[in-house]
């Protein structure tokens, strides 16, 4: 069997006209995506990880044949999306949104019952799928089968939305964000039923996210995107340990001032941030923590301050993301 | 993929918004009575019924409920066609009709029909029982005939709305468009004004128009003057069919448009 999908040195840039005054405007290029390339097989879950406008989306766009890439080749389930946009369509299912898309005045049912009347299934399997997935999403108990689309809270929306994806049994899902903004028994839901429909029933997924937590609990691959370029891929595992050996000293402190000064003379990347009034929390990137960390703490008790917590980490993959984007950690 | 599941689901999703929206229900059957009263407050101001009788041998109210009439439903079903993608855009279901593997001509030549039988139901309220009133029962065939004639002209009105929608929606603020675009079809269909009053090159434009051959048969009917139905019909007819090739292009047009762009997400 051919991979589900193959992306080969796909590149957009977009034209973003912006006015200036009643009869100027300037017109500005934007890269979103630049020459990305990359597989994903049956029966796993690939993650595009990134920050806001990394290209993610830009990304699921083109393979959902909603967007021409400029140049390089994407095919999905063996299409192109460009020439064979068609078959690519039947093969695929796609969640772009949660909180929007469907229609207001129609409860959830029926909308999805409207969408597999688009997505070509005859109406007596659209009935029982549509069953099914009622139940597997729990929209029965949520009342969303009944209530009005207008009337659904978020994570209605999003199982709505994920059922939508799920209509056509279609091999290869894109699911962009499908958790963003959601409450936690929501999103947990939808990671489980994902991570199932990969593993049991072997379907290709890609899933975006910016959450590392998610990446890391839901994908078997990821690859970190970053201004249009992946910078990083493999499973949450190798990716850690893909960065030189840093420890985290993690300190919790409660300051008597600045906590900076004291830790100036240690030159490694250090992030202070302030969770309460003076309580901070201090994380140093170090090779070798046991020579340094009770230089630390010395350092700190010394000008006052008091160090309430202090933990030695793993780098987790938010450090990972910091190591392959800003270069170093 | 049937054109029936496309029409049902079409059917559902007009008929429901329609009921849990008691509003648009209400304006239905209200609008040819309000278009009617504007229209006659309009003509009172510059003559009496009298004279409008005297020139053309008709009741005003008679003349401008089936206008009105037939201006609600051929324009209404062309708005379907003009507004829905800007709709949907708005609503985030485009992204997912695009990508989906509908039969695009088979769809949106499904999106006007559920108004049709809407304004069908419309035809009952406004003007059978005006022609009641002024006709008796023979008021009950004549608006039978006028309903199923002016269904006529919706759906012989279906490709070339489709084509003129794909033209205007290539067009960047294409509701702008849509706006000027509307009134000039309503002119040059010769609703309110008979296109065979108009100037030659009116006429020669309006031709193009398929629903304006339906509604010059209807305003013969009505003012008693000879016509040549069956022609009228056949053109009709014969332009939805040569409009088909056209609107098929223009969607794609369209649609390749919105792909390059990118499909905005909402």
Known sequence: ?329 | MSFIDILRAEFRLEYNDMFRRKSVLLMLILYPYLFTLFTLFIGYAGGSPGVFIEKFGLNPIVYLITSSYILMSILASIDVLLWRPLYDSENGTLIYIISSPVNRLKYYIALPFPRYTELILMGATSILPVYMYYYGLEGVLLSLLMITLITAGCVVMVPFAIFIAGVCHRVGESWRIINIVRPIVMILMGVYYPRFYIPLIGYVIGSLIPSSFIVEIIQRTLLRLESNTYLLLAVAFTLFFLYLPASAWSIKAWEAKKVKEGVKIS
């Not at chain 1, 994407?74 to 690519?88: F, I, L, M």
């Not at chain 1, 809270?153 to 709505?160: D, E, N, T, V, Y």
Request: charged share 30%; hydrophobic share 40%; net charge positive.
């Open chain 1, 1 to 329: 069997m051919s991979r589900a999908i193959e992306v080969e040195k796909i590149t957009k840039t977009y034209r973003v006209k912006s006015r200036r005054g009643l009869f100027k405007s300037s017109v500005e290029f934007v890269e979103a995506v630049k020459g990305i390339s990359f597989t994903a097989n049956y029966g796993s879950i690939v993650c595009l990880l990134g920050p806001n406008g990394a290209g993610k989306t830009t990304t699921i766009k083109i393979l959902a044949t909603l967007l021409l890439p400029d140049s390089g080749s994407a095919r999905v389930a063996g299409y192109d999306v460009v020439e064979e946009a068609s078959k690519v369509r039947e093969n695929i299912g796609l969640m772009l949104t949660v909180e929007k898309g469907f229609y207001g005045k129609l409860n959830g049912r029926e909308n999805l019952e409207y969408f597999a009347a688009l997505y070509g299934l005859p109406r007596s399997i659209a009935l029982k799928r549509i069953d099914h997935l009622v139940k597997l999403l729990e929209l029965d108990k949520l009342g969303a089968d009944r209530k009005l689309y207008e009337e659904f809270s978020l994570g209605m929306k999003a199982r709505l939305s994920l059922a939508r994806a799920l209509l056509k049994d279609a091999p290869i899902l894109l699911l962009d964000e499908p958790t963003l903004g959601l409450d936690p028994p929501s999103a947990r839901k939808i990671r489980e039923l994902v991570r199932d429909m990969a593993h049991r029933e072997n379907k290709s997924i890609l899933y975006t996210t910016h959450n590392m937590f998610e990446a890391e609990i839901v994908c078997d691959r990821i690859l970190l995107i970053n201004k249009g370029v992946i910078v990083a891929e493999g499973s949450p595992e190798e990716l850690k340990d893909k960065i030189p050996k840093l420890k985290v000293i993690n300190l919790v402190i409660k300051a008597s001032g600045d906590p900076g000064k004291p830790l100036e003379r240690f030159t490694f990347r250090k992030e202070i941030k302030q969770e309460e009034n003076s309580v901070f929390n201090v994380k140093m990137y170090v090779p070798k923590p046991e020579e340094v960390l009770g230089e630390i703490v010395k350092a700190l008790v010394n000008s006052g301050h008091e160090v309430v917590n202090v933990r030695v980490e793993e780098p987790s993959l938010e450090d990972v993301f910091i190591y392959y984007s800003e270069g170093s950690i």
